[in-house]
């Protein structure tokens, strides 16, 4: 039984679709090019569930500043972090299981294992990451 204050909601909003992601730094000056760019989305009211795979990247240059997976299908809900889950990851310069969504925006940002700090890209070919979850618009 549910308890408190309920109020009826109409599903407003479903869609499915995919999203381009662009790898880029916070500081600039980033140069990566993973072999796929697509990700794909599903919509269901304000939530947003994703999956991406980066494939082989190519690095020409890493950037100054935190390594930035860009073009999320929408931009988070402000206020709060959203969380992101990566696994079969060896892009970044050190280990990352997850990380967020900055608030607000459409930009996702490792937080590298049993630290709070956000990390740089690893400066060499062939490396890869999945990214997926599910986060609040």
């Known amino acids: 039984s549910v308890t408190g204050n309920k109020t009826n ?11 381009t992601v662009s790898l880029i730094s916070n ?9 796929n760019t697509t ?14 795979y980066s494939g082989s990247i190519t690095v020409t240059n890493i950037g ?15 206020g709060v972090y959203h969380t992101l889950t990566l696994t ?3 892009c970044y310069a ?4 997850n990380g967020f969504i900055n608030p607000g ?5 490792a937080i ?9 890209w690893k400066n060499s070919n062939g490396n890869y990451f999945m990214l997926g979850g599910t986060y609040l618009i």
């Open 27 to 35: 500081g600039g000056g980033a140069n990566l090019t993973p072999s």
């Open 88 to 90: 079969h990851v060896n």
């Open 64 to 78: 100054s500043g935190s390594g930035v997976v860009s073009g999320l299908p929408y931009a988070s809900s402000s």
């Open 9 to 19: 909601v109409t599903l407003n909003a479903y869609e499915e679709g995919t999203f």
């Open 105 to 109: 925006t459409s930009q996702f940002y």
């Open 39 to 52: 990700g794909y989305y599903t919509r269901v009211g304000n939530k947003v569930t994703i999956q991406y």
């Open 112 to 120: 590298q294992s049993n630290t709070t700090a956000t990390m740089a």
């Open 94 to 97: 050190a280990l990352a299981q």
